[in-house]
């Protein structure tokens, strides 16, 4: 199988990072939406990342369903089954990716559109956004997931993506419980060989 998508997408590398804790084989593929949008709608005429090619030449995306597939493929699952423990995990994972979605929006609207051409009005609600959901997932860790855990993963992959590309974003804000979960987390082997970034890097499996 082959991972399409940069690693500095918070949604190819949870997908990265998960594929690597289920021990299913793949090898990456570093490719731009942007500058290899050409190349990349050959594989995916969607252009969506991350893309999967399955080993039969079926193409899959989006994070989540990426990862529903490497669980079926590995036979056991990134999150429990108990429904309170799966509940709490789900809650966690959907502020995690709250933080990534508002992120990536400040970001496009930052780095794509000229500032004339910037909305004022859906800036402030889109950063009123990613507060609510820094400050909502902040207090979650006072009761943290496994970093190898769907939540885990994906709060650790989430806080980085922000702290790399929107900064002054979250700046205002005081997050010590996520910043430390972030920095334990990356110094595992499954985040370290899939590093925040634009470069190819081998995978467990590959």
């Not at 039969?56 to 990862?67: A, H, N, P, R, Y």
């Not at 079926?72 to 990716?97: D, H, M, N, Y």
């Amino acid at each position: 199988m082959q991972l399409i998508g940069m690693l500095d997408s918070p949604y190819v590398r949870r997908a990265a990072v998960s594929l690597q804790l289920l021990g299913v084989p793949f090898t990456h593929r570093s490719l731009s939406v942007f500058r290899g949008f050409e190349e990349f709608r050959t594989i995916n005429p969607v252009v969506k990342a991350p893309t999967l090619v399955c080993d039969d030449g079926t193409v899959l995306v989006d994070s989540g369903l990426i990862i529903d597939y490497a669980q079926a493929l590995a036979g056991r699952s990134l999150a429990p089954r108990e429904p309170a423990a799966l509940r709490r995990v789900l809650r966690i994972t959907g502020l995690a990716l709250a933080v990534a979605e508002k992120s990536v929006q400040i970001y496009y609207e930052c780095e794509l559109r000229p500032p004339a051409a910037r909305h004022a009005p859906w800036m402030e609600r889109v950063s009123a956004q990613l507060h609510a959901a820094c400050v909502a997932l902040e207090a979650e860790l006072a009761r943290p997931p496994s970093p190898t855990d769907r939540a885990g993963v994906v709060t650790a992959v989430a806080w980085r993506f922000s702290r790399g590309v929107v900064p002054d974003a979250i700046a205002a804000l005081d997050c010590p419980r996520l910043d430390a979960f972030s920095a334990a987390a990356e110094a595992l082997p499954e985040y370290r060989a899939a590093p925040f970034g634009d470069g190819t890097y081998p995978v467990a499996g590959a």
